[in-house]
């Protein structure tokens, strides 16, 4: 069964930074489509960046000049780095391989996670923002 694992998220002030991380040992990223999705407690599932295999990338709005989704040079890891952190960017951070689930897909990244929907994913690591 493919395995991610997610690590880096934690609590930190608004203004602040934090750099998630994402690794396996089953397949390549570079060979394979990623991206982060994030849960808040009665949304919807949010995709907040995904990087391609060419290395093509892209932001959701709300992130846009703040967070960067990167692959790691050496390592088969991705990574997401945060900048600039606002309260609302509090959730739990998923890392997933895509395709990902459809737009408007009314179900938490928790049960997509609990069953490998529309992709696999890792446990979650959560990220809260304070004012």
């Known amino acids: 069964e493919l395995q991610l694992v997610e690590s880096g998220g934690g609590s930190v002030q608004a203004g602040g930074s934090l750099r998630l991380s994402c690794t396996t040992s089953?397949?390549?990223?570079?060979?394979?489509?990623m991206g982060w999705y994030r849960q808040v407690p009665g949304k919807e599932c949010e995709l907040v960046s995904t990087i391609n295999s060419d290395g093509s990338t892209y932001y959701a709005h709300s992130v846009q000049g703040r967070f960067k989704i990167s692959h790691a040079n050496d390592e088969n890891t991705i990574y997401l780095q945060m900048d600039n952190l606002k309260p609302e960017d509090t959730a739990m951070y998923y890392c997933?391989?895509?395709?990902?689930?459809?737009?408007?897909?009314?179900?938490?990244?928790?049960?997509?996670?609990?069953?490998?929907?529309?992709?696999?994913w890792g446990q979650g690591t959560q990220v809260t923002v304070s004012s």
């Open positions: 997933t391989k895509l395709p990902g689930p459809p737009p408007g897909t009314p179900y938490s990244c928790t049960v997509l996670a609990a069953d490998n929907a529309f992709g696999y």
């Open positions: 089953k397949f390549s990223f570079h060979e394979s489509d």
